[in-house]
């Protein structure tokens, strides 16, 4: 379906602009969002690959008469190059030349611009508002994607499980009594959630609906008095939910959501939701219902962040398994690549993409990938998100280098980490010393002690300097937030140059991951989770969870301080502590040989 951009985009453009015309639209608003404002969507909600071909995480179209506008930000932009040609569509920066103003510019007095109510957060929504003064925003009744998707994939009705209070380490009843007692506190009436790990964490389900990220699609409305609707297919659930469920919860169909919002909530009353991640349908059901809309940050996001000691004991234990199966592949690919190389059958990305599957496969309590792994060799590691096809043939050359972005959703939490590799003497020009430098970046915030109130974006530039010293940057955020057998991408923490005003807490867990990307020659990164701990002053610190050999052949030794080198040593020490016994004899015997104390 996304293969030959030129040939199969542009009969689906033409069938999109006739459906506009049908709907009496001059444009629409196409972002990548489903009705969860996700980052991983199901194949029934990949609208935005399917007209233009882009596949990336993150993005959005505008589709005109004229032209279809694709805006990605500095993560994808090589990637949308590729998968979205130049003779359809034009190439905009999603920060630089945002999709409102760019609209602003092309678009006529009186034009009406369409949009799905249920695919675009109010934020959005009020930007486009403001740039459009002289326009017509129209919430469409019909998705004019859906209208021309002749084999759109079904929506996804996969099998909800209970996560056992003995992993979550709360009840749902006891998570929902205290979310009760902060709405009253705002004076609140009802809270309106439509993210789905929101609502698993707070019911305490997991769920299957969309690859990598096990919760359940849906959505949930919860009354002041604890009573809680959740809309939610019924076909996904089984007996065992719903006597795992407390008695205060009702499922209802999804159809119903929205109409029963409007049928309970009454004017005046307040309603709480989050008009960054909830669809703009919900406040224009308010608005209709003349509610007291109370938009904020969910207060469900801010709980789920702070993870509990059953959920940070979890978070530990799964990082063990994963750290056996991290090693165990990287002392495969240290023999694997300079001999099949020399035998002029080369280890693919592909191959090597599913040699860490298989590794983490023979962990016991391993469930599934928690995203699909970048698996890049040479140029393509430059690509920030970029993913193998099933007739990749891309070989990990004997002087090559290569990065790998991988992780894993275990019984007890989630997992997610990044190591590069060269494998000879021979290397790109300037790797070494990027190389260096991406190493000290890390460990200058690995090691931070920051005091409360800290944000993430207080302490980016900490990490970045031993880059910007050099010239160098990187187009990407420092950290992201992690969640517990959730999405492992978890808002509200982050580190990065835009402003996040979210104080980082003890029970949070963030990953560190700076790099530098060489279009076309290199990509380096180096990433580990970590969870914020308080010391006894009340400053805080990240403690590593992360146990996987940072490869130290690139390291310019001479650069380095004996602070990073003494921390690099006693890292690797412990890592072949811990790991040590639980790996293969070879595993075994390659680490310590890998990890063998850089001298001080």
């Given at each position: 379906?996304?293969?030959?951009?030129?040939?199969?985009r542009?009969?689906?453009?033409?069938?999109?602009?006739?459906e506009?015309?049908?709907?009496?639209?001059?444009?629409?608003?196409?972002?990548?969002?489903?009705?969860?404002?996700?980052?991983?969507?199901?194949?029934?909600?990949?609208?935005?690959?399917?007209?233009?071909?882009?596949?990336?995480?993150?993005?959005?179209?505008?589709?005109?008469m004229?032209?279809?506008?694709v805006?990605v930000?500095?993560r994808?932009?090589?990637?949308?190059?590729n998968?979205?040609?130049?003779?359809?569509?034009?190439?905009?920066?999603?920060?630089?030349?945002?999709?409102?103003?760019?609209?602003?510019e092309?678009?006529?007095?009186?034009?009406?611009?369409?949009?799905?109510?249920?695919?675009l957060p109010?934020?959005?929504l009020d930007?486009?508002?403001?740039?459009?003064?002289?326009?017509?925003?129209v919430?469409v009744k019909?998705?004019?994607?859906?209208a021309?998707?002749?084999?759109?994939p079904?929506?996804p009705l996969?099998?909800?499980?209970p996560?056992?209070?003995?992993?979550?380490?709360k009840?749902?009843?006891?998570?929902?009594?205290?979310?009760?007692?902060k709405?009253?506190?705002?004076?609140?009436?009802?809270?309106v959630?439509?993210?789905?790990?929101?609502?698993?964490?707070?019911?305490?389900?997991?769920g299957?609906?969309?690859?990598?990220?096990?919760?359940?699609?849906?959505?949930?409305l919860?009354?002041d008095?604890?009573?809680?609707?959740?809309?939610?297919?019924?076909?996904?659930?089984?007996?065992?939910?719903?006597?795992?469920?407390?008695?205060?919860?009702?499922?209802?169909?999804?159809?119903?959501?929205l109409?029963?919002?409007?049928?309970?909530?009454?004017?005046?009353?307040g309603?709480?939701?989050?008009?960054?991640?909830?669809?703009?349908?919900?406040?224009?059901v308010?608005?209709?219902?003349?509610?007291?809309?109370m938009?904020?940050?969910s207060?469900l996001?801010?709980?789920?962040?702070i993870?509990?000691?059953t959920?940070l004991e979890?978070?530990?234990?799964?990082?063990?398994a994963?750290?056996?199966?991290?090693?165990?592949?990287?002392?495969?690919?240290?023999?694997?690549?300079?001999?099949?190389?020399?035998?002029?059958?080369?280890?693919?990305e592909?191959?090597?993409?599913h040699?860490?599957?298989?590794?983490?496969?023979?962990?016991?309590?391993?469930?599934?990938?928690?995203?699909?792994?970048?698996?890049?060799?040479?140029?393509?590691a430059?690509?920030?998100?970029?993913?193998?096809?099933e007739?990749?043939?891309?070989?990990?050359?004997?002087n090559?280098?290569?990065?790998l972005?991988?992780?894993?959703q275990?019984?007890?939490?989630?997992t997610?980490?990044?190591?590069?590799?060269?494998?000879?003497?021979?290397?790109?020009?300037?790797y070494?010393?990027?190389?260096t430098?991406?190493?000290?970046?890390f460990?200058?915030?690995?090691?931070?002690?920051?005091?409360?109130?800290?944000?993430?974006?207080?302490?980016?530039?900490?990490?970045?300097?031993?880059?910007?010293?050099?010239?160098?940057d990187?187009?990407?955020g420092t950290?992201?937030?992690?969640g517990?057998?959730?999405?492992?991408?978890?808002?509200?923490q982050?580190?990065?140059?835009?402003?996040?005003?979210?104080?980082?807490?003890?029970?949070?867990i963030?990953?560190i991951?700076?790099?530098?990307?060489?279009?076309?020659?290199f990509?380096?990164r180096i990433?580990?989770?970590?969870?914020?701990?308080e010391?006894?002053?009340?400053?805080?610190?990240?403690?590593?969870?992360?146990?996987?050999?940072?490869?130290?052949?690139?390291?310019?030794?001479?650069?380095?301080?004996?602070?990073?080198?003494?921390?690099?040593n006693t890292?690797?020490?412990?890592?072949?502590?811990?790991?040590g016994?639980?790996?293969?004899?070879?595993?075994s015997?390659?680490l310590?040989?890998?990890?063998?104390?850089?001298?001080?």
């Open positions: 379906m996304l293969d030959a951009p030129e040939t199969s542009g009969p689906v453009i033409a069938a999109l602009r006739a506009l015309q049908a709907q009496g639209l001059d444009a629409f608003i196409l972002p990548r969002y489903d009705a969860h404002q996700a980052e991983y969507v199901a194949p029934h909600d990949e609208r935005l690959a399917y007209v233009t071909g882009f596949t990336g995480t993150a993005g959005m179209a505008i589709v005109t004229d032209t279809v506008a805006f930000d500095g994808y932009v090589v990637q949308a190059a998968q979205c040609p130049t003779s359809l569509f034009t190439h905009q920066h999603l920060f630089d030349n945002p999709p409102e103003f760019w609209l602003a092309h678009a006529q007095t009186g034009w009406r611009v369409g949009f799905d109510a249920m695919h109010p934020v959005f930007r486009f508002a403001e740039a459009l003064p002289d326009a017509e925003l919430p019909t998705n004019p994607v859906d021309v998707w002749p084999d759109q079904r929506a996969g099998q909800i499980d996560f056992p209070v003995q992993l979550s380490g009840s749902a009843q006891n998570k929902i009594s205290d979310l009760v007692q709405m009253r506190d705002l004076g609140a009436k009802f809270l959630e439509t993210q789905p790990d929101n609502i698993a964490w707070l019911l305490n389900v997991r299957a609906d969309v690859a990598y990220n096990t919760v359940p699609q849906s959505f949930l919860l009354d008095e604890g009573q809680v609707q959740w809309f939610v297919a019924q076909e996904k659930l089984n007996a065992n939910v719903a006597d795992h469920l407390p008695d205060d919860v009702q499922t209802c169909a999804p159809g119903a959501f109409p029963t919002v409007g049928a309970r909530v009454t004017a005046g009353q309603v709480l939701f989050d008009p960054a991640f909830s669809p703009a349908a919900v406040r224009l308010l608005e209709q219902e003349k509610a007291k809309k938009p904020s940050p207060l996001t801010a709980a789920k962040a993870k509990n000691q959920e979890g978070m530990r234990a799964c990082h063990i994963d750290g056996v199966a991290w090693t165990e592949f990287c002392a495969w690919l240290a023999t694997e690549v300079p001999q099949r190389a020399r035998k002029g059958e080369p280890v693919t592909r191959e090597a993409e040699a860490i599957l298989r590794f983490r496969q023979a962990q016991p309590s391993f469930v599934e990938e928690s995203f699909n792994s970048i698996s890049a060799a040479s140029g393509n430059a690509m920030c998100h970029y993913a193998t096809q007739d990749n043939t891309v070989p990990l050359l004997e090559g280098t290569y990065l972005d991988s992780g894993g275990y019984e007890t939490g989630t997610d980490a990044t190591r590069s590799f060269a494998f000879g003497p021979t290397r790109p020009h300037g070494n010393r990027a190389y430098a991406v190493f000290k970046a460990h200058a915030i690995a090691t931070l002690r920051f005091p409360a109130g800290t944000q993430g974006h207080h302490i980016d530039a900490i990490c970045r300097r031993p880059l910007w010293d050099l010239g160098l990187y187009d990407h950290g992201h937030g992690v517990h057998r959730l999405s492992v991408h978890e808002y509200p982050r580190i990065g140059k835009p402003y996040n005003p979210v104080d980082l807490a003890p029970g949070m963030l990953s991951e700076p790099g530098y990307y060489v279009t076309d020659q990509g380096i990433e580990n989770l970590f969870e914020i701990v010391a006894d002053d009340g400053f805080m610190a990240f403690s590593n969870l992360t146990w996987c050999p940072v490869q130290t052949t690139m390291l310019q030794t001479q650069l380095l301080t004996e602070a990073e080198i003494d921390w690099l890292y690797h020490a412990i890592l072949i502590e811990r790991l016994p639980l790996l293969s004899a070879s595993a015997a390659w310590k040989t890998a990890c063998a104390p850089l001298p001080l």
